[in-house]
């Protein structure tokens, strides 16, 4: 029996849950390097390698494109901050040259000190995503 087709709002809520489990491991990841690099950045380029390395699949960006998208909204929300590591602004920008830090709000958010965020999966918050 083939199942019924997901309604559109249905979709987007799962595409709402996906991307925040991607922001958590993404966020999780930039955490994790900041004793592991002399200045604690890490390239994006990386952070998507590890997601790919590291995860199930169904859980890694579709693109590169959607990856900028994620780690553009961890550095909105203050959770991240970025650096561009390209040698001349006439170069192409790419993830390999574009490089992101943890800040202290987002260690702190992985550490259960702040106050749950949608945009990253928080068991404190997984009632409004709950797949049933």
């Not at 997601?51 to 994620?70: C, E, I, N």
């Not at 929300?77 to 970025?82: N, T």
């Not at 987002?106 to 000190?113: F, K, M, P, V």
Request: proline share 5%.
């Amino acid at each position: 029996m083939t199942p019924s087709p997901l309604n559109p709002r249905e979709r987007a809520r799962r595409e709402a849950f996906k991307d925040a489990q991607i922001r958590r491991a993404m966020l999780t990841f930039l955490n994790s390097s900041r004793g592991n690099t002399h200045d604690g950045y890490m390239t994006a380029a990386s952070v998507l390698e590890l997601l790919q390395f590291s995860t199930d699949q169904s859980r890694v960006p579709r693109d590169h494109d959607h990856a900028g998208d994620l780690l553009r909204d961890l550095i909105n929300a203050g959770y991240a901050v970025d650096r561009d590591d390209r040698e001349s602004p006439a170069d192409d920008f790419r993830l390999g040259t574009w490089s992101l830090a943890v800040t202290s709000k987002g260690t702190r958010l992985l550490a259960h000190q702040e106050a749950p965020d949608l945009l990253i999966t928080d068991y404190r918050h997984d009632k409004p995503f709950n797949q049933e």
